[in-house]
T-cell receptor, first 114, second 116 residues
Framework: AQSVTQPDIHITVSEGASLELRCNYS??????LFWYVQSPGQGLQLLLK??????LVQGIKGFEAEFKRSQSSFNLRKPSVHWSDAAEYFC????????????FGAGTRLTVKP | GAGVSQTPSNKVTEKGKYVELRCDPI?????LYWYRQSLGQGPEFLIY????????DSGLPNDRFFAVRPEGSVSTLKIQRTERGDSAVYLC??????????????FGAGSRLTVL
């Protein structure tokens, strides 16, 4: 089965600084990859997804992620962080064999300093 | 509705009690999922419905957990004889269909269950 590792439990960045959240996956075929964001008391909101094609995907709120097969990674980036970006971020990998088995990482909590 | 609605948002119960958590998916979404999110963890899959039937319940931890979706819309997650370890946020998600692994889920805000 597929699995996801988010190596960073907690990251702090200053407002206006760039951001990169790491995600590594394990899956034997081309994965379906997702990034979700969760604010306190809110449901998970989809930021972006990769299914196929261009390995650099653009999402909402100025986020982007790059699928790198050679590194089994799907890191999330943003060039300039806003205070409202403080939240928990989850990377997830789906199974492309008609299986509902989506696996989530443990999450990375982002704190934004003023 | 406009989004996935879950009730109650918070539930506090005593060990050994029975609880029900409700999920109202987005209108027209045929696929419905339940996940459990423990503190400091990512969501873990519990059960998936396609229409009225539970297509995959392999994530249910034991036979105290059960879920239904009798009319193919609203779903209820039922937990019998609750234990302190059941304390978590229970997330519901829905999607248009899951006839493909390329499946985008829309999540509700969750039901936080605390078992004392």
């Amino acid at each position: 089965a597929q699995s996801v590792t988010q190596p960073d439990i907690h990251i702090t960045v200053s407002e206006g600084a760039s951001l990169e959240l790491r995600c590594n996956y394990s899956y034997g075929a081309t994965p379906y990859l997702f990034w979700y964001v969760q604010s306190p008391g809110q449901g998970l909101q989809l930021l972006l997804k990769y299914f196929s094609g261009d390995t650099l995907v653009q999402g909402i709120k100025g986020f982007e992620a790059e699928f790198k097969r050679s590194q089994s990674s799907f890191n999330l980036r943003k060039p300039s962080v806003h205070w409202s970006d403080a939240a928990e971020y989850f990377c997830a990998v789906g199974n492309n064999h008609n299986n509902n088995d989506m696996r989530f990482g443990a999450g990375t909590r982002l704190t934004v300093k003023p | 509705g406009a989004g996935v609605s879950q009730t109650p948002s918070n539930k506090v119960t005593e060990k050994g009690k029975y609880v029900e958590l409700r999920c109202d998916p987005i209108s027209g979404h045929t696929a419905l999922y339940w996940y459990r999110q423990s503190l400091g963890q990512g969501p873990e899959f519990l059960i998936y419905f396609q229409g009225t039937g539970a297509a995959d319940d392999s994530g249910l931890p034991n036979d105290r957990f059960f879920a239904v979706r009798p009319e193919g819309s609203v779903s209820t997650l039922k937990i019998q004889r609750t234990e302190r370890g059941d304390s978590a946020v229970y997330l519901c998600a829905s999607s248009l269909d899951r006839d493909s692994g390329a499946n985008v889920l829309t999540f509700g805000a969750g039901s936080r269950l605390t078992v004392l």
